[in-house]
């Protein structure tokens, strides 16, 4: 018994199995012929925007649909792309309606617009403005500061200083100026120059460039004593002499190390002014001039001493 169960399979194998698969390919052809719907979510494509006008506001980005058809037709749709098309060739400033049919309904290869159903929404409603342009000035986003220790030796440098905005009219006239994306300087040891983005809201306007290059010179901080530095004494010396107690002072500075790395005492200029003055004795807080770059300095003594008296330095001698 069981080696005739046997037999019964494997006598005539190959044309049991030419057999079996024409009975598959009939069944899933004769099932293919069903017909049946399919849901289907579709992007939304607006086309033919008049160039004098952009859109204001949201949208719907997706339709909901559903297409009927044999479930061979609906397979392939599967793998192929379908798109709501929207002509905006009519579109006006202000409110845009266009209710939505099957024949915005776009799929490459056709489709029969019997076989199509609009769900959601119904119509697509846009507003439009016109469109306007206008130069604004870049404004750089600065967080932080440098580090303990460093200093920016001048102001941040951007090139270009100024962008074209292009957008709707009533948002491009509100705009001023337009910011940068921030730029932290709270790690900056070193000068660098690098681009940066416009932070802008891409919806609402564009920017033409959207990046700028941000230039950023950075020194380290360092300290320098200068000593024996004689004062200068601005008076009449067609008619006076001037003594200077005590005649040399220290002056202690502060600043951008690669400028004090190359300061003389020639750079430096302590002046005590007495030349409105009659002929006497003058305890002064002398004006200290310094190159740029120096952010703070003292001297040693907090006054000087000026005697003027009658005579000139040659008949001194």
Do not use: H
Request: aromatic fraction near 8%; charged fraction near 20%; charge should be neutral.
């Amino acid at each position: 018994m069981s080696l005739n169960f046997k037999r019964a399979f494997t006598e005539n194998i190959a044309a049991k199995l030419v057999a079996l698969f024409v009975a598959l390919f009939i069944w899933f052809s004769a099932s293919g012929q069903q017909q049946a719907s399919r849901f289907f979510v579709a992007p939304v494509k607006l086309v033919n925007t008049p160039d004098s006008l952009v859109i204001v506001g949201a949208y719907p980005e997706e339709a909901e649909i559903t297409i009927s058809g044999t479930k061979r037709e609906l397979l392939y749709l599967s793998f192929r792309r379908i798109e709501i098309v929207v002509n905006l060739a009519a579109a006006t400033p202000g409110r845009f309606r266009q209710r939505l049919s099957a024949s915005n309904v776009v799929v490459r290869g056709g489709l029969d617009p019997r076989n199509v159903q609009i769900i959601t929404p119904s119509s697509i409603d846009l507003f439009f403005e016109r469109l306007s342009t206008k130069s604004v000035p870049v404004d750089l986003t600065v967080i932080g500061s440098v580090p303990t220790g460093y200093v920016l030796a001048e102001s941040p440098k951007i090139e270009p200083t100024v962008i074209t905005i292009k957008g709707a009219a009533t948002a491009v006239a509100r705009q001023k100026s337009i910011p940068t994306k921030p730029l932290d300087l709270g790690r900056v040891r070193e000068s660098f120059e690098r681009e940066i983005e416009i932070d802008y809201d891409g919806t609402v306007f564009r920017c033409e460039p959207d990046r700028v290059t941000v230039s950023i010179t950075v020194s380290e901080l360092g300290e320098r004593v200068l000593p024996n530095i004689p004062p200068t004494v601005l008076f009449d010396a067609e008619q006076y002499v001037a003594e200077v107690y005590p005649s040399a002072v220290s002056l202690t500075l502060a600043g951008l190390k690669t400028v004090l790395d190359t300061l003389s005492s020639g750079d430096v200029s302590i002046l005590l002014d007495v030349s409105d003055k009659p002929p006497g004795r003058y305890t002064l807080v002398p004006d200290v001039i310094v190159p740029k770059g120096i952010g703070s300095y003292s001297l040693s003594e907090d006054s000087i001493t000026v005697i003027v008296r009658k005579g000139t330095a040659r008949g001194n001698q």
